[in-house]
């Protein structure tokens, strides 16, 4: 199937711990991003980049850390975990030039921090 | 990219047409309006997007008024999946980013 798919979909760690999410897009876009949506409900943009390259960087505390291996691909890293960091993680894809494509998006990394 | 204003909540019978109503008098002339929704914690899920036409697709049709200045999107048979949390959005697109409000819920009962 062609999609935005995220790992793991559920993730509980403790304060203080290292942690990854991974994204992978088959869908031959070459922009992907992420978004998070905190508790209530918020959904905002942390991240972006095109074709492995950074071109949105949100005001994001630089625990939080994209890596993107290939266009397909975006993975997000976070050192030092905090509870304020617990909340929905959104992996998305598109096309970067013309307005005409719609953002797919995954279905989400419900990360917890206890 | 734009700012949108929304209804909080809407409800809608099932069958019948659901019209979602959106503000977005600051668009600019090279601004798309997107609306995307978002089931229950799923992820956001893309509906339709138009620049100044009236555009349809298999899931909904969105009407943009002349000046642009707001839009409507139609569920013409709404069903009790179609609950969920509707963002209306306007962004250059192109690897923008989406700037996400609060959204209308939508919720649809027998």
């Known amino acids: 199937d062609t999609a935005v798919s995220q790992t793991p979909k559920y993730l509980v760690t403790q304060m203080g711990n290292d942690k990854s999410i991974k994204c992978e897009q088959n869908?031959?876009?070459?922009?992907m991003y992420w978004y998070k949506q905190d508790s209530k409900k918020f959904l905002k943009i942390m991240f972006s980049y095109n074709n492995k390259e950074l071109i949105i960087n949100e005001t994001v505390p630089n625990r939080f850390s994209p890596k993107s291996p290939d266009k397909a691909h975006l993975n997000l890293h976070i050192n030092s975990l905090e509870l304020g960091d617990s909340a929905v993680y959104f992996c998305a894809s598109s096309f970067r030039t013309g307005g005409n494509y719609g953002y797919t998006f995954g279905s989400g990394t419900r990360l917890t921090v206890v | 990219d734009a700012k949108t204003t929304q209804p909080p909540s809407m409800d809608c019978a099932e069958g019948r047409a659901a019209n979602l109503p959106c503000n977005h008098s600051?668009?600019?002339?090279?601004?798309?309006v997107y609306w995307y929704r978002q089931i229950h914690s799923q992820g956001p899920q893309y509906i339709i997007h138009?620049?100044?036409n009236n555009e349809t697709n298999e899931m909904a049709s969105l009407i943009i008024t002349e000046d642009r200045k707001s839009s409507t999107l139609i569920l013409p048979h709404a069903t009790l999946r179609d609950t969920a949390v509707y963002y209306c959005?306007?962004?250059?697109?192109?690897?923008?980013?989406?700037?996400f409000g609060t959204g209308t819920q939508l919720k649809v009962e027998l």
């Open positions: 138009g620049l100044k």
């Open positions: 600051t668009i600019s002339g090279n601004e798309y």
């Open positions: 869908l031959g876009h070459d922009t």
């Open positions: 959005i306007v962004s250059t697109g192109g690897g923008n980013k989406l700037t």
